[in-house]
């Protein structure tokens, strides 16, 4: 079993894993929620040796032939706003994209030049700059709020505002703007659209509720959103938010992404900066410390052994039952015990249990005598630390 695909399905093992070269990720398989750019964030995740479980949550839905866009555009190029908001740096660009089709991308830089241009984080600001352009404000948390009350702390009566909004409408900002008597002139750049792949989002969901997924990735708040939508919708919402909880860390690029995540309990991991680099050096930090154990002659990271030879990744119950025992510290644990605590829904009987062990050590091969059976008690690990 290799890395997976977009549609969730398995792909080709990674060079890594044929070769024996132990990354930082190796043994853990981490779900990708990002829609776009998602095979960039896959890379760097499969280049440190994790399996990918590729679940875009969302579809990015551009407008670059759509009216509403281009009559923004023409209001702001006849008659210049006092203040533009720059949200994404996706956005901005998509913007000055769709003007310069229309052969409106002068007048318009023309009418940004004259307006007080803010920004919302480093990417808005890196695009703005890239159009020739300079931001006048950004806040350093990425927060529209903060963004917001920059804005009404100014005398907005009779000021035009044109905002570039993001997947989704900033009503609440406008709606903000309007009340200190602005005009506000709203920038549809593109919006986020059901994913293409549900079954995908579905099967992250239930990979997670498993616990065969490890860690779960989003780069957008939406994205957070859809996946607690589509565990509703399953069913699945209360065990999805108790595996990330405690078992399955969700890590998210920003603060504003991870803020419904927390607003449901979760305790999201954010790197001190936005990128998706920083974003998988978080997780090169916090999987290890947080599913890896020594076996004495063996480690199990995730769901691999790693040792002198090549690492063995492990079925995700095998790597359970094996994780479970070394938790356990040698102590002897039942079938009712290691089926309560090792099977995610503790569903099955002695015999499963009896039937996983037989295959957990033949996947173990020499290393086989870790697990011990103690006749009428149950198992226990050899060597355990």
């Known amino acids: 079993m290799g890395t997976t695909s977009r549609t969730g399905t398995t792909r080709p093992t990674t060079h890594d894993e044929r070769h024996g070269t132990v990354g930082p990720l190796t043994g853990f398989t981490v779900g990708v929620t990002a829609a776009r750019r998602r095979e960039e964030l896959v890379a760097l995740l499969t280049r440190r040796g994790a399996r990918v479980l590729e679940a875009p949550a969302l579809r990015m839905v551009p407008l670059g032939d759509d009216t509403a866009l281009r009559h923004a555009t023409e209001r702001c190029a006849a008659t210049p706003p006092d203040y533009v908001i720059a949200t994404t740096g996706v956005g901005w660009r998509g913007w000055m994209s769709a003007a310069e089709g229309w052969g409106l991308a002068e007048p318009l830089l023309r009418a940004c030049r004259t307006a007080t241009v803010v920004s919302r984080g480093p990417k808005a600001t890196g695009a703005v700059r890239a159009s020739g352009l300079a931001e006048a404000f950004s806040p350093s948390t990425e927060a529209s709020q903060e963004l917001l009350a920059w804005l009404l702390a100014r005398d907005l009566r009779g000021r035009r505002v044109a905002v570039q909004e993001h997947g989704a409408p900033l009503e609440h900002v406008g709606a903000a703007l309007r009340e200190r008597g602005a005009e506000v002139i709203e920038v549809?750049?593109?919006?986020?659209?059901?994913?293409?792949?549900?079954?995908?989002?579905?099967?992250?969901?239930?990979?997670?509720?498993?616990?065969?997924?490890?860690?779960?990735?989003?780069?957008?708040?939406?994205?957070?959103?859809?996946?607690?939508?589509?565990?509703?919708?399953?069913?699945?919402?209360?065990?999805?938010?108790?595996?990330?909880?405690?078992?399955?860390?969700?890590?998210?690029?920003?603060?504003?992404?991870?803020?419904?995540?927390?607003?449901?309990?979760?305790?999201?991991?954010v790197p001190e900066r936005g990128r998706l680099g920083s974003l998988v050096r978080a997780l090169e930090h916090v999987l290890p410390q947080h599913a890896r154990r020594d076996l004495g002659p063996v480690v199990l990271q995730g769901n691999a052994l790693l040792g002198e030879d090549a690492p063995v990744w492990l079925p995700p119950l095998q790597a359970a039952v094996l994780r479970t025992l070394a938790e356990a510290a040698g102590r002897v644990l039942s079938r009712t015990e290691l089926l309560h605590r090792a099977w995610p829904d503790g569903r099955g009987d002695g015999h499963a249990v009896e039937v996983t062990v037989a295959r957990l050590r033949k996947s173990l091969g020499p290393r086989a005598a870790l697990v011990r059976t103690v006749p009428k008690r149950g198992y226990c690990l050899a060597g355990a630390r």
């Open 188 to 269: 549809p750049v593109y919006r986020w659209g059901p994913p293409e792949d549900p079954a995908a989002l579905r099967r992250l969901v239930e990979g997670a509720v498993r616990r065969e997924v490890h860690a779960v990735t989003f780069t957008s708040a939406p994205a957070a959103v859809a996946l607690l939508e589509a565990a509703a919708s399953a069913g699945l919402r209360e065990r999805l938010l108790a595996a990330l909880r405690r078992d399955v860390p969700a890590f998210c690029v920003g603060t504003l992404c991870a803020q419904p995540l927390r607003e449901a309990g979760v305790p999201a991991h």
